[in-house]
């Protein structure tokens, strides 16, 4: 092995660890500035189910509480909040009977959007500092990051629908 390829493997793993470390501390930000700021009154798996209903309309429980990573009756709960605010609109679905399916009303749609908003206004408020070089390399660094995951999970779906 070469000194490039142990250098390579080097810096992938370094880059590895400062990406675990960097993800939480980011969502964690986040979150605590969504609470602190009163830009929802969901909770976090609220929103975040908000957000997966937006990407993906008439969706199941199933594919939420995987989402979400909990069981289908936690993921149920949750969506029962969420239609007692007018936030989710649940249907059986027309072909299976014990099926369910998913999908954000306008209210919901409204309240993502105003959440998100106040949200990014504040990761804004704290760029606000940085020069315009230092947030192209963060916008460039995102892009590269989430065209690496995006082809992770693309090859992914792709291996679970071609496997027998």
Not at 48 to 56: I, P, V
Request: some cysteine.
């Amino acid at each position: 092995m070469g000194l490039e390829q142990t250098s390579q493997k080097t810096t992938s793993k370094d880059c590895a660890a400062k990406v675990m470390e960097t993800i939480p501390l980011v969502m964690r930000a986040i979150r605590a500035d969504m609470r602190a700021i009163g830009s929802t009154t969901l909770s976090v798996p609220q929103f975040r189910t908000l957000a997966f209903l937006d990407r993906n309309p008439g969706t199941s429980l199933s594919d939420l509480a995987e989402h979400l990573g909990v069981t289908r009756a936690t993921a149920s709960a949750t969506i029962e909040r969420l239609v007692q605010r007018n936030y989710v609109h649940r249907n059986d679905h027309p072909q299976e009977r014990r099926r369910v399916v998913l999908k954000l009303t306008e209210d919901g749609l409204h309240h993502l959007e105003q959440a998100r908003k106040q949200t990014r206004d504040r990761i804004a408020d704290l760029f606000s500092d940085l020069t315009q070089e230092q947030i192209l390399q963060i916008e460039e660094g995102l892009i590269l990051l989430k065209q690496v995951f995006e082809q992770t999970v693309e090859q992914r779906q792709t291996d679970y629908l071609e496997s027998p």
